[in-house]
C-alpha cells in the first residue's frame, strides 16, 4: 500500500515525504532560505489536509523537522578528539577500502582503526582520504600504519566554489590526511566488504591486463564503477555526445544483472519470478557493495528491490511514487546526498524519464519513431538545466545521440558485465577482447562525426532559477489534462524567461577579490562587455577561485594581467593558460625570474598572445579603462618591484591593483594618478609597503587584503592596518571575509562579503 501510493487517501505520498524531508535538510544549512520553505512548506500541507481531510499531509513538516535533525548529526564530528588533531601530525592505523592512482598521488580511502596525536587518541572507525606519493602500492583489505597530518575538508569562501566539506562527507569521508610515510604491516581484514573490494580490483586488473589503456577505463566504468582511468579525450568525447551518464553504474546495470538472473531462474532452473525474487535481491545488494555504492548505483538498486516488493504484495508501483521513496529512503540514510552530483543528476534523470514514459504511453500505436524521438526530446530538456548547473555547458545533439548511441553502450555495458564474470574463467580474455573491441568501434565512430563545436558552453544558472523551472515544467506535465493548464503554465515560464533575461541583462559589473589562500587573485566581470583576471593566486588557488567563477560565467577572461612571476601570483595563472581560459596575457616589461619561460610556452601552445606592458599602457572597452600605472620602462629589479600596478575604471568607480610593491616603488607612484575608491593592498599587508603617504594620496575609501587566514607570515601586519584605520578606511581581509564581491553602476559601488 505504501509503495503504490494507491488504496491510502493522500496520492503519491512519499513525494510529499521526500519534499518535506529535503526541505529539512536544505535548512539545516541554508538557514535563511530554508526555513522559509519549510514554513511555505508546512502552509501548503496544512491547507492540503483540510481540504483533503487526509492527516498523512501533517507527516510533511515532521519530516522536515527529521531532516533538520539528520543532517546536524550528519555535518556533526563523529569525535570531538579526532576534531581536535586537525591541522596536527598524527600516526593511524587502518583498513585499504580502496585505492586510485593520480599524476601526483596515490588516493586511498581508509577505514581508520584508530587517530593519535601525542597525548589524544580516539578508537572510533573514522573514514579518511588520504594522499600518499604516486609509487605507494597497496591492496584493499591490506591493514596499514601511517604518519602525516590530519585536515578538514574546507567550506567555500568563494562565489560559486564547491562545498568540498559536504561533498566528501556526502561520500562518507570525516577527514583528509597527506601520508608522510608509509607501512605495510602484512595483515589483513577479512571482512565481507574487503573481499567484494578485493575482487573488484580483480576485475579491473583483468581489464587493464588485456585492454588498451582507454579502453579498459571505458570497460571498467561500465563493469565495476571505477571512473578514475577513463582518460581526458574520452571524457571530453562522452561529454561532447552528451553520453556522459552512461558511464555511470545505474539502472541499465541493475536490469541488466537481474534480467540474467531472472532467466536462469525462471527458465532454466523452472522457479516461479516471486520465489527468485529474495536471490535477485541479495545478488543486487552484493552488486552494489562491488560498485563502490555509488549514488546512481544505490538509487537503482533501491528502486529495483521496492518494486519487487509490490509484486511480491500484489500491488503496481507508481514511478514517480517509487523514485520519491527511493530518494526518501538514501536521505534518511545519508542526508548529505543532497549535495552529491551523482545523487542529483541520477535522480533527475530518472524522474525525466518517468515523465516522458508517461507522455509516450498515452500515445497512438504504431507512431514508434515519434515516440521515441519525443521521449529522448522530454528527457534532454527536463535534464538540461541541472547539466548546465553543474557542468556548465550542454550537447544539442544528444536528442538524437541516445536514441541511436544509448542502445549500443546498453550491448556494450551487459558485454562488460558478462566479460567481468568469466574473468575468472579461461575464456576470459577472449571476453575482454571482445568488449575493447565493441569500445573501440564505439570511439572510431563518434570520432569520425563528434567534435567539441557539437558541445556549447553556457553559464551556470542560479539555483532559484532551475527550481522555478522545474516547477513549471512538471506541474504542466503532471496537470497537462486539465483546462487551461498547458496554457498556464506556458504563460507562467514566459513570463519567468523574459524576466530572468531582463535580471541578467541589467547586472551591474562587479570586481571580486578571490580567497585564494596565499595569494593574490581578482577578477573583473563587464556583462556583456570585457573580463579581465588580475593574478591567479597560488598552486590550487585558481581551482577554487577565478575557475569556479569563469564557468559559472560561461566566458573566458579577455585579459589575464600576471602583475609578477611569483608563485602566489602567478601559478594559479599560470593554469588558466594551460586550460585555455583567457584570450590574451599581460605581463610586465621587464626582466623576470624562470617562470616566464613556462608562461610564455603554455601561451604558445594554446595560441595565446603575450602583451609585456609597462607605464602608460591602456585597455579599453565600453565602460570599462584599464591602465598600466607602474613599472617603468627599463627598471631593472626582483619580482616585487617590477609588479604591475593597474588603475581600473568601471562605470566611473576606481579601483588600484598594486601587486607587491614595496615602499620605494610607491614613492614613484606618488607622481601618478593613483586616486581611487578602491585599493588593493600591495604584498598582501606587509609593513613593507603601504607607506602612510601613499595611502593618503589614493584617498581609498575600501581597501581589500588578500591574504589567508592564520599566514605564516603574520599579514596583514598590524602597522598597516593602524595606518588604514587611521584615514578611516573600510578594512577586508580575504582570509578572514571569504571573497570580496564589489558591484559596480553608474551609481556608485557596493560591497559584500561572502562570510
Given at each position: 500500500?505504501?509503495?503504490?501510493?494507491r488504496?491510502?487517501?493522500m496520492?503519491?505520498?512519499?513525494i510529499?515525504?521526500?519534499?518535506?524531508l529535503?526541505?529539512?535538510?536544505?535548512?539545516?544549512v541554508?538557514?535563511?532560505?530554508?526555513?522559509?520553505?519549510?514554513?511555505?512548506l508546512?502552509a501548503?500541507?496544512?491547507l492540503?489536509?483540510l481540504?483533503?481531510?487526509?492527516?498523512?499531509?501533517?507527516?510533511?513538516?515532521?519530516?522536515?523537522?527529521?531532516?533538520?535533525?539528520?543532517?546536524?548529526c550528519?555535518i556533526?564530528?563523529?569525535?570531538s578528539?579526532?576534531?581536535?588533531?586537525?591541522?596536527?601530525?598524527?600516526?593511524?592505523?587502518?583498513?585499504?577500502?580502496?585505492w586510485?592512482?593520480t599524476?601526483?598521488?596515490?588516493?586511498?580511502?581508509?577505514?581508520?582503526?584508530y587517530?593519535?596525536?601525542?597525548?589524544?587518541?580516539t578508537?572510533?572507525?573514522?573514514?579518511?582520504?588520504?594522499?600518499?606519493?604516486s609509487?605507494?602500492?597497496v591492496?584493499?583489505g591490506?591493514?596499514?600504519?601511517?604518519?602525516?597530518?590530519?585536515?578538514?575538508?574546507?567550506?567555500p569562501t568563494?562565489?560559486?566554489?564547491?562545498d568540498?566539506?559536504?561533498?566528501m562527507?556526502?561520500?562518507?569521508?570525516d577527514?583528509?590526511?597527506s601520508?608522510?610515510?608509509?607501512?605495510?604491516?602484512?595483515?589483513?581484514?577479512?571482512?565481507?566488504i574487503?573481499?567484494?573490494?578485493?575482487?573488484?580490483?580483480?576485475?579491473?586488473?583483468?581489464?587493464?591486463?588485456?585492454?588498451?589503456?582507454?579502453?579498459a577505463?571505458?570497460?571498467?566504468?561500465?563493469?565495476?564503477g571505477y571512473?578514475?582511468?577513463?582518460?581526458?579525450?574520452?571524457?571530453?568525447?562522452?561529454?561532447?555526445m552528451?553520453l556522459?551518464h552512461?558511464?555511470?553504474v545505474?539502472?541499465?546495470?541493475?536490469?541488466a544483472?537481474a534480467?540474467?538472473?531472472?532467466?536462469?531462474?525462471?527458465k532454466?532452473?523452472?522457479?516461479?519470478?516471486?520465489?527468485?525474487?529474495?536471490?535477485?535481491?541479495?545478488?543486487?545488494?552484493?552488486y552494489?557493495?562491488?560498485?563502490?555504492?555509488?549514488?546512481?548505483?544505490?538509487?537503482?538498486?533501491?528502486?529495483?528491490?521496492?518494486?519487487?516488493?509490490?509484486l511480491?504484495?500484489?500491488?503496481?508501483?507508481?514511478?514517480?511514487?517509487?523514485?520519491?521513496?527511493?530518494?526518501?529512503?538514501?536521505l534518511?540514510?545519508q542526508?548529505?546526498?543532497?549535495?552529491n552530483?551523482?545523487?542529483?543528476?541520477?535522480?533527475?534523470?530518472i524522474?525525466?524519464?518517468?515523465?516522458a514514459?508517461d507522455?509516450t504511453?498515452?500515445?497512438?500505436?504504431?507512431?514508434?519513431?515519434a515516440?521515441?524521438?519525443i521521449?529522448?526530446?522530454v528527457?534532454?530538456?527536463l535534464?538540461?538545466?541541472?547539466?548546465?548547473?553543474?557542468f556548465?555547458g550542454?550537447?544539442?545533439v544528444?536528442?538524437?545521440?541516445?536514441?541511436?548511441?544509448v542502445p549500443?553502450l546498453s550491448?556494450?555495458?551487459?558485454?562488460?558485465?558478462?566479460a567481468?564474470?568469466?574473468?575468472?574463467?579461461?575464456?576470459?580474455p577472449?571476453?575482454?577482447?571482445?568488449?575493447?573491441?565493441?569500445?573501440?568501434l564505439?570511439?572510431?565512430a563518434?570520432?569520425?562525426?563528434i567534435?567539441?563545436?557539437?558541445?556549447?558552453?553556457?553559464?551556470k544558472?542560479?539555483a532559484?532559477?532551475?527550481?522555478?523551472?522545474?516547477?513549471?515544467?512538471?506541474?504542466?506535465?503532471?496537470y497537462?489534462n486539465?483546462?487551461?493548464?498547458?496554457?498556464?503554465s506556458?504563460?507562467?515560464?514566459?513570463a519567468?524567461t523574459?524576466?530572468?533575461?531582463a535580471?541578467?541583462?541589467?547586472?551591474p559589473?562587479?570586481?571580486?577579490?578571490?580567497?585564494?589562500?596565499?595569494?593574490?587573485?581578482?577578477?573583473?566581470?563587464?556583462?556583456?562587455g570585457?573580463?579581465?583576471v588580475?593574478?591567479?593566486?597560488?598552486?590550487?588557488?585558481?581551482?577554487?577561485s577565478?575557475?569556479?567563477?569563469?564557468?559559472a560565467?560561461?566566458?573566458?577572461?579577455?585579459?589575464?594581467?600576471?602583475?609578477?612571476?611569483?608563485?602566489?601570483?602567478?601559478?594559479?595563472?599560470l593554469?588558466?593558460?594551460?586550460?585555455n581560459m583567457?584570450g590574451?596575457?599581460?605581463?610586465?616589461?621587464?626582466?623576470?625570474?624562470?617562470?616566464?619561460?613556462?608562461?610564455?610556452?603554455?601561451?604558445?601552445?594554446?595560441?595565446?598572445q603575450?602583451?609585456?606592458?609597462?607605464?602608460?599602457?591602456?585597455?579599453?572597452?565600453?565602460?570599462?579603462r584599464?591602465?598600466?600605472?607602474?613599472?617603468?620602462?627599463?627598471?631593472?629589479?626582483?619580482?616585487n618591484?617590477?609588479?604591475?600596478?593597474?588603475?581600473?575604471?568601471?562605470?566611473?568607480t576606481?579601483?588600484?591593483?598594486?601587486?607587491?610593491?614595496?615602499?620605494?616603488?610607491?614613492?614613484?607612484?606618488?607622481n601618478?594618478?593613483?586616486?581611487?575608491?578602491?585599493?588593493?593592498?600591495?604584498?598582501h599587508?606587509s609593513?613593507?609597503?603601504?607607506t602612510?603617504?601613499f595611502?593618503?594620496?589614493?584617498?581609498?575609501?575600501?581597501?581589500?587584503?588578500?591574504a589567508?587566514?592564520?599566514n605564516?607570515?603574520?599579514?596583514?601586519?598590524?602597522?598597516?592596518?593602524?595606518?588604514?584605520?587611521?584615514?578611516?578606511?573600510?578594512?577586508?581581509?580575504?582570509?578572514?571575509?571569504?571573497?570580496?564581491?564589489v558591484?559596480?553602476?553608474?551609481?556608485?559601488?557596493?560591497?559584500?562579503?561572502?562570510?
Open positions: 500500500m505504501i509503495i503504490s501510493g488504496g491510502m487517501g496520492k503519491r505520498p512519499f510529499w515525504f521526500f519534499a518535506g529535503a526541505a529539512g535538510i536544505l535548512s539545516a541554508y538557514k535563511n532560505i530554508g526555513i522559509a520553505v519549510v514554513v511555505a508546512t501548503i500541507s496544512v492540503s489536509a481540504k483533503n481531510r487526509q492527516a498523512e499531509y501533517m507527516l510533511v513538516p515532521v519530516f522536515a523537522v527529521i531532516g533538520i535533525l539528520l543532517c546536524n550528519a556533526a564530528p563523529k569525535d578528539r579526532a576534531e581536535r588533531m586537525k591541522n596536527r601530525n598524527v600516526t593511524v592505523r587502518g583498513t585499504v577500502r580502496e586510485h592512482s599524476e601526483d598521488n596515490t588516493v586511498i580511502t581508509l577505514d581508520a582503526e587517530i593519535r596525536c601525542e597525548d589524544i587518541g578508537s572510533g572507525e573514522v573514514r579518511l582520504c588520504v594522499y600518499a606519493d609509487d605507494v602500492n591492496s584493499a591490506e591493514i596499514i600504519d601511517l604518519e602525516g597530518r590530519l585536515y578538514g575538508f574546507s567550506e568563494n562565489p560559486y566554489q564547491t568540498y566539506r559536504l561533498y562527507r556526502s561520500k562518507g569521508f577527514y583528509s590526511m601520508c608522510n610515510a608509509l607501512i605495510q604491516t602484512g595483515r589483513r581484514n577479512s571482512g565481507i574487503y573481499r567484494i573490494e578485493g575482487i573488484r580490483e580483480y576485475v579491473n586488473g583483468f581489464f587493464d591486463k588485456y585492454l588498451p589503456e582507454s579502453r577505463g571505458v570497460a571498467k566504468a561500465l563493469t565495476t571512473k578514475y582511468d577513463i582518460d581526458d579525450d574520452t571524457r571530453t568525447l562522452f561529454r561532447n552528451g556522459s552512461a558511464l555511470a545505474s539502472g541499465l546495470h541493475v536490469s544483472i534480467g540474467l538472473i531472472f532467466i536462469v531462474f525462471t532454466l532452473l523452472g522457479l516461479k519470478k516471486r520465489r527468485t525474487i529474495p536471490v535477485v535481491s541479495v545478488l543486487l545488494v552484493l552494489l557493495a562491488f560498485t563502490g555504492f555509488s549514488p546512481s548505483a544505490v538509487r537503482a538498486v533501491v528502486m529495483a528491490l521496492t518494486a519487487y516488493v509490490a511480491m504484495l500484489y500491488k503496481n508501483s507508481d514511478r514517480l511514487n517509487t523514485i520519491a521513496f527511493s530518494a526518501f529512503c538514501m534518511m540514510v542526508p548529505l546526498y543532497l549535495w552530483v551523482s545523487f542529483v543528476l541520477s535522480y533527475t534523470g524522474t525525466a524519464v518517468a515523465f514514459m507522455i504511453e498515452r500515445l497512438e500505436r504504431g507512431k514508434r519513431l515516440k521515441t524521438i521521449f529522448s526530446t528527457v534532454w530538456v535534464t538540461t538545466p541541472a547539466v548546465m548547473y553543474y556548465g550542454i550537447s544539442p544528444s536528442v538524437l545521440l541516445n536514441i541511436i548511441a549500443y550491448m556494450v555495458t551487459v558485454l562488460s558485465l558478462a567481468g564474470l568469466m574473468s575468472f574463467t579461461p575464456i576470459g577472449t571476453a575482454a577482447r571482445l568488449v575493447g573491441s565493441a569500445i573501440g564505439y570511439e572510431t563518434a570520432g569520425m562525426f567534435n567539441e563545436g557539437l558541445y556549447i558552453e553556457t553559464a544558472p542560479s532559484a532559477a532551475i527550481i522555478v523551472f522545474y516547477i513549471i515544467t512538471m506541474t504542466a506535465i503532471a497537462r486539465r483546462k487551461y493548464t498547458l496554457r498556464i506556458a504563460a507562467a515560464l514566459a519567468f523574459v524576466i530572468t533575461a535580471v541578467n541583462i541589467n547586472r559589473a562587479e570586481a571580486v577579490f578571490f580567497d585564494a589562500g596565499q595569494g593574490d587573485a581578482s577578477i573583473i566581470y563587464v556583462p556583456n570585457i573580463t579581465a588580475i593574478d591567479g593566486g597560488p598552486d590550487g588557488g585558481a581551482e577554487r577565478v575557475i569556479p567563477y569563469l564557468q560565467k560561461g566566458v573566458k577572461a579577455d585579459i589575464l594581467f600576471i602583475t609578477h612571476m611569483d608563485n602566489d601570483h602567478s601559478s594559479g595563472a593554469e588558466l593558460i594551460k586550460r583567457v590574451m596575457a599581460v605581463v610586465s616589461d621587464t626582466i623576470h625570474s624562470d617562470k616566464i619561460r613556462e608562461i610564455e610556452k603554455a601561451a604558445e601552445e594554446n595560441g595565446i603575450v602583451f609585456y606592458a609597462s607605464e602608460g599602457d591602456v585597455f579599453e572597452a565600453e565602460n570599462f584599464i591602465e598600466c600605472l607602474y613599472p617603468y620602462q627599463g627598471i631593472s629589479a626582483e619580482e618591484s617590477t609588479s604591475l600596478v593597474l588603475s581600473a575604471e568601471i562605470d566611473g576606481k579601483i588600484l591593483f598594486t601587486g607587491d610593491i614595496e615602499a620605494e616603488d610607491e614613492k614613484y607612484l606618488l601618478s594618478d593613483i586616486e581611487c575608491d578602491i585599493i588593493k593592498i600591495a604584498h599587508g609593513n613593507t609597503s603601504s602612510e603617504e595611502l593618503e594620496t589614493a584617498k581609498a575609501k575600501t581597501a581589500v587584503i588578500e589567508a587566514e592564520n605564516m607570515y603574520g599579514f596583514p601586519h598590524s602597522e598597516v592596518i593602524a595606518r588604514l584605520l587611521k584615514d578611516g578606511t573600510d578594512i577586508y581581509v580575504t582570509g578572514r571575509d571569504g571573497a570580496i564581491t558591484k559596480i553602476d553608474k551609481d556608485g559601488y557596493s560591497v559584500k562579503t561572502y562570510r
